[in-house]
């Protein structure tokens, strides 16, 4: 009924709260959504090689840039690694449930 309607999650700065906002003119351009670490990941001994990886790595920059580029590419690297070796879960897990 909405076509142009979605949903944006803000930030609280202060509280582990996040208000929802609901744009009636949304534009999905290029949204990612927020990194979430999944703890069936530690018990394949991949995910270890994949943080390994990453912290090798060395970037160019401060010591907080460095730290920051690092848990970023972290957490870009194990997403794309659940995709390739675990797919969509989420769905897998919902489909068993219905």
């Known amino acids: 009924m909405f076509p142009n309607a979605g949903i944006k999650h803000l930030v609280g700065p202060t509280t582990d709260h996040k208000p929802i906002l609901l744009d009636t003119h949304f534009e999905n351009n290029n949204i990612n959504k927020p990194f979430c670490f999944?703890?069936?990941?530690?018990?394949?001994?991949?995910?270890?090689?994949?943080?390994?990886?990453t912290w090798r790595k060395k970037f160019?920059?401060?010591?907080?840039?460095?730290?920051?580029?690092?848990?970023?590419?972290?957490?870009?690297?194990?997403?794309?690694?659940?995709?390739?070796?675990?797919?969509?879960?989420?769905?897998?897990?919902?489909e068993l449930e219905r």
């Open 38 to 53: 999944e703890a069936m990941w530690v018990r394949d001994p991949e995910c270890e090689e994949v943080v390994d990886q």
């Open 60 to 94: 160019l920059g401060s010591h907080g840039f460095n730290l920051m580029r690092k848990i970023s590419h972290t957490g870009f690297l194990l997403s794309k690694w659940n995709k390739t070796s675990f797919g969509q879960t989420k769905t897998k897990i919902q």
